[in-house]
């Protein structure tokens, strides 16, 4: 694993959670919407909070899909899920909530789940296709 | 009684639907990807919007998008009958497991137990975050 990749992991961990807090914080300024009024959901992306957390989830999907370019599907998912461990830990120290016995055992828990796959590697290596298995497609292409 | 069972019934069913879309979404995407191969060198040689254009143009991309629209629309209509303290937790732990029995199979991962260990315990401290 390069730098780089660690950091598109942590672009994954950290761009989703905060873009969901963003996306909260402003739904909450604008407001409950109607069915009836759907297009006054349009309009909510004028509101600042909201327009930047679609700009935050809009970067978690491209290091979201960069990660896979480079990565196992079950090696991403479990390691970029230490955005839960950071949304607890932002509700603790920065918002003062209460957080309890159980959600500390459940950051534990998925802390634990994180370091098991990221001391593997986040690749199957497949062996090279040999030679004779290439003919074999080209003669039935 | 039966209000409530019905009720009951199609939460689940919700949490079932965004469970099975969204680990087919995920699937689609992961095999978009590996198709492509890593985006990083291939951006510096060809430039980023080559590589955007060759991820838009992915039939697996746009797929696994589908397949995440329906997750979307699936867990709107989970919460219209369901508590979100439910729905959100119990779709998101068990996506977790069906997303490794679904990259064993149908991309061939090599999920060993180290990854094994990794999702049960990642499902279950989702599940324990929730309350």
Known sequence: MTVRKYLTLAGVTVFAPVGDSLLSYGMKQVGNISLRHVSELL????NPWVGLGIVFLLGFFATYMTALSFADLTYVLPASSLGYVLLAL??????????????????????AGVGFVTSGPELTRRPPRRRSDDLATERQL | MIRHAISNLNGWLAILAIVLSSSAGDVLLSRAMKQIGDVGPL????????????????????L????????????????????VSLVGPAAASLTFVANAIAAKFFLRERVDSRRWAAALFVAAGVVLMAF
Do not use: P
């Open chain 2, 43 to 62: 951006r510096r040689k060809r430039g980023l919007s080559f590589v955007a254009l060759l991820v838009l143009r992915n039939k697996f991309f746009l």
């Open chain 2, 64 to 83: 696994g998008v589908g397949c995440m629209a329906i997750s979307f629309y699936s867990l709107l209509f989970g919460l219209s009958w369901n508590d």
């Open chain 1, 43 to 46: 309009l909510t992306i004028t």
């Open chain 1, 90 to 111: 932002i509700a603790r120290f920065a918002l003062h909530e209460n957080v309890s016995v159980t959600r500390w055992l459940g950051i534990a828990l998925v802390s």
